[in-house]
C-alpha cells in the first residue's frame, strides 16, 4: 500500500463526511461538489484497500475500519493544521528562536530593554541573549551557535556581514572627587599623568588605537587592565583610577556615582555593530529582531548621531 499517495484533500473529504454523514453538506464544508467529494473518497479508499464508509440510497455511516481510520486522519490534518500555522508565522516573522551574543553591558543593560520592547510587539518571538566576549563574537557567529552578535566594531571576512548602528564617544568615567571631575573640556595631554584603568583586551586595543591618534608626546599608559568593564567602574568609583570607556556604559556608570568627561582634540569613536552570518540564511524571526534593533537603537539615549564618513 503506496500511503504516501493519500493527499491532503483526501483526508479532508473523509473527515468532513465522517462529520456531517453527508455528501452534500461535506461538499459545501468544502467548496466542492457532492460528486467531487465522493471521488475524493474513493480514491482514499482504493489507496487504502478498505471501504471507509458504508452507503445507502438514504445515509452514510462509518465502517468499522473507518471508525478506526478517523482518529489517524483527523491527528495528521491537525498536525499539518499546525505546520501551516508555524511556517506562516516564521513567514511573517511572528514566531521562532532568536539567539544574540553581546559584551557584557551591552548584554546586561542593553538588549534588555530591546527586547521588552521588541517583545511588546513580537510576542511570539522569543530572543536569548548570550554573553560573548568581544574577541569571540565573529568566531560564534561565523560557527551558527549565534544568529547575531552585537558589539565593537571589528574586521571581519567575507564570511560576517556588519551592520553599523551606532556611535558612542570614548570618555573618561571618574568619581565627583576625582581631579579631573571639576574640569569642562579634557584634552589627551590632560590623561598622561592620570592613573586610567583600561578593561579587557578590547579596551587594551581601543586604548593603543586612541593614542596612535593623538599627537605625539599625548599618548596614555594604563596603569592596570582588569578583564571586565564593571571592575574598571568599580576601580573608579571608589577614586583608585579613572578608567576610559564608551560613553554608552553610562548605563551602569552613573549608578555607581561616576561622572563622564568627554576627550577632545581629537574625540575618539566607538562604532557598535550588528554581525551576521554572510553564508547562511537569516530566521525570519533573527531578521525581524536585526531591522527592530536598528530603528530601536536610534533612540536610545547611549547612542551617538552618526558622524559623515562613519
Known sequence: MALARITIRQCEAFVAVA???????????????????????????????????????????????????????QSLLRHLQLAESAASDMRHRAAGVVRIGAPQV???????????????????????????????????????????????????????????????????????????????????????????????????????????NVPDGEGIVPVDVVDNVSTALGIAAVGLAATLAPAYVGIVARPLGLVMKRVTDPEAVRQVCLYRSASRSMPPAAQAFADFLADWLRDWPGTAPRRPGH
Not at 35 to 59: C, H, N
Not at 136 to 153: C, N
Not at 181 to 207: N, T
Open 19 to 73: 462529520d456531517t454523514l453527508s455528501f452534500v453538506r461535506a461538499g459545501h464544508r468544502l467548496g466542492l461538489t457532492p460528486s467531487a467529494v465522493s471521488q475524493l473518497v474513493a480514491e482514499l479508499e482504493g489507496i487504502v484497500g478498505f471501504r471507509v464508509f458504508d452507503r445507502s440510497t438514504r445515509r452514510v455511516t462509518l465502517s468499522q475500519p473507518g471508525r478506526d481510520f478517523l482518529g489517524p486522519v
Open 106 to 212: 551591552l548584554a546586561g543593560s542593553v538588549l534588555p530593554a530591546a527586547l521588552k520592547a521588541f517583545g511588546a510587539e513580537r510576542p511570539r518571538v522569543v530572543v536569548r541573549i548570550r554573553d560573548t566576549p568581544v574577541d569571540a563574537m565573529l568566531e560564534r557567529v561565523a560557527a551558527g551557535d549565534l544568529d547575531l552578535a552585537l558589539g565593537p566594531d571589528r574586521a571581519s571576512d567575507a564570511m560576517i556581514e556588519r551592520q553599523p548602528m551606532f556611535d558612542s564617544p570614548w570618555v573618561l568615567w571618574c568619581a565627583r572627587s576625582h581631579p579631573l571631575a571639576a574640569r569642562r573640556l579634557l584634552r589627551w595631554s590632560d590623561l598622561r599623568s592620570v592613573a586610567l584603568v583600561a578593561a579587557g583586551r578590547d579596551h587594551e586595543i581601543s586604548v593603543a588605537q586612541m593614542r596612535a
